[in-house]
């Protein structure tokens, strides 16, 4: 196999995400050289061509990194809102309180309705899990970390080489 075709073999790989123990596997069967020699090939072409593969990676690192942060900002919403009727002086909203008038109107709370059928430690469980502080706060580092990933991605197609 000609050099040049090589290194366009590799850069596809690179771009198609595969694992860099097969690529050097393949280039050392390919090429008869020892796995240093197949490293040092790898590594050019990486640095050669590094925006490039990024490129061509960008479409499912955007649309991870979209998903990540919508899922970031419902989650946050939720917390967000549950945090809001928390602090509230009325408690529930009029609609949540019609939705669940019958379990009021015999004194009970509707979560405790749900809730006194299960085991203490999955009780805690979901109210760690579901509180709306958890969800605000977890929300807010999804969307974050969508960002700090999306920084990246941004960086090459605004400042394209």
């Known amino acids: 196999m000609p050099e040049m075709d090589l290194k366009e073999w590799i850069f596809d790989r690179l771009a198609a995400s595969a694992s860099r123990d097969d690529i050097l596997q393949e280039i050392c069967a390919w090429t008869r050289c020892d796995w240093s020699q197949a490293e040092s090939i790898l590594e050019q ?41 928390f602090f509230s002086p009325d408690g529930m909203p009029a609609d949540l309180t019609t939705y669940f008038l019958r379990i009021l109107e015999q004194g009970q709370q509707p979560s405790e309705v749900f809730l006194s059928a299960l085991p203490p430690y999955l009780r805690f469980t979901l109210y760690f899990l579901f509180s709306p502080f958890t969800a605000l706060l977890l929300g807010l580092i999804m969307m974050a970390g969508s960002l700090l990933g999306l920084r990246d991605v941004w960086s090459v197609i605004l400042f394209k080489e």
């Open 45 to 85: 072409v990486e640095r050669d061509r590094e925006g490039e593969i990024f490129r061509r990676r960008l479409p499912l690192l955007f649309a991870l990194a979209l998903v990540v942060f919508l899922a970031g900002t419902v989650l946050a919403g939720y917390g967000l809102y549950g945090v809001v009727l």
